[in-house]
């Protein structure tokens, strides 16, 4: 195995591969990519997961198969970043050096960052699209609920496609509604901000489809803590802290950078949630030239989601590109941003945005952020396809 490659990637997931793929495609070699999974998630599928309207081998392959052909996978974990000495250390005590580094390992779900919520994880009643292992539980708590509390939760800060805790909600009303239990379940969503999205639009759309599923809605609040045994949550808003009682509890997790990332120099000094520090645009880092990021790992100004990302590897990779060539990286980011939310079980809206919540439609002349069917096969299952087939090839 090389311990030096000309471009190493740390990451295999959405980022790391699909801006793999590509930089073969501009005819970059040498390429190593550190990644310690052997299996690969599609994860916006895991809300049609627990949704029950998608199965877990959809959303899974083996790492193998989407690795690029011509690229050396170093399967090991990276451990820490020396960019002085253009050298990343592997846990396992390995050193590799490069010539240009891309560092996209995605996001670290905290799930100590709640007091209760890590044991919590591990009893019948309460579960998280954001865990791999359990959609599929998801699934089955709806599938079972007839009647009591559900309570769906939304953390304060970054997070990736942070409205996946409503998409889930709306998707289980549906089913409630279609078996006639929705009217015996209190159905409560939390979410920190102070409107239930944050664009006027979308905001209409989902005020109607909260009131006619009886939603309770909690703005301006968060999960302050879970009782696992009690089955009681406590839910902290502007007018203090409450305890309510659950029989189903989907929680978003508090997510920041990985630990290691952040005791690496590539954080802005003083930023504690320790994204790397690129040009938003650009995407090369800010104080070392031959550091890029992408990503739900990078400090850009976007809504953190793969269709963001979709955008960004074209960007990096042409940037990076160039600069393998000699020349100036000329591509910039546009801070797209976009949010697919599932309204019933066959239908969906997509939010598109920019970094100020300002409306960004890729179809200018057709309102996107209306709930339609088409939608929804687009998201169910079209992007499926076109991730495994297109952009894990770096051509979409
Ligand atoms: C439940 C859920 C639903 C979502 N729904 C949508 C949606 O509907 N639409 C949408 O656009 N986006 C959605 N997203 C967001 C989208 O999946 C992410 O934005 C995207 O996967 C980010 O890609 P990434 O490569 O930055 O991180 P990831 O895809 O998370 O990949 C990070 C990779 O880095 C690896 N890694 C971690 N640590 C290390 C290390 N130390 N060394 C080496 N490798 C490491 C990991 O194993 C992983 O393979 C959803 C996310 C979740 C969790």
Redesign the pocket.
Known sequence: MADHHEVLV???????ISLAARLRRYKVADIGL????TT?YF??L??HIGGGAARMGEATREQARVMPRGIEWIRG???DIRPEENAVLLADGRRIGYGQLVV????QKDWDGIPGLAGAMASAQVTS??DPAMPEKTWGLVRSLRSGTAIFTQPPGPA??VD?GQKIAYMACDYWREYGVLRDIRVVLVVPTPTVFGIEDVDAVLRAKIAEYGIELHTSTSLAGVDAARRTVTLAGPDGTRELSFDLLHVVPPQSA?D?LKGTPLPAAGDASGFVEVDPESLRHRRYANVWS????AATLNY??????RKQVKVLARNLAAVARGSEPRERYNHYG???IALTRHTLLFAEFDHQYRPMPTVPWMDLAKERRWAWVL?RWIFPQVYWRLILKGRA
């Open positions: 740390i990451g295999g997931g959405n980022a790391g550190i990644e310690p999974r690969h994860q916006p895991f809300s974990e990276a451990a996209c390992p995605g996001l699209n954001y990736t496609c996946v990985p290691w992408l990503g739900d790992a953190k989601s793969g269709g963001a990302l976009v949010c697919p998201d």
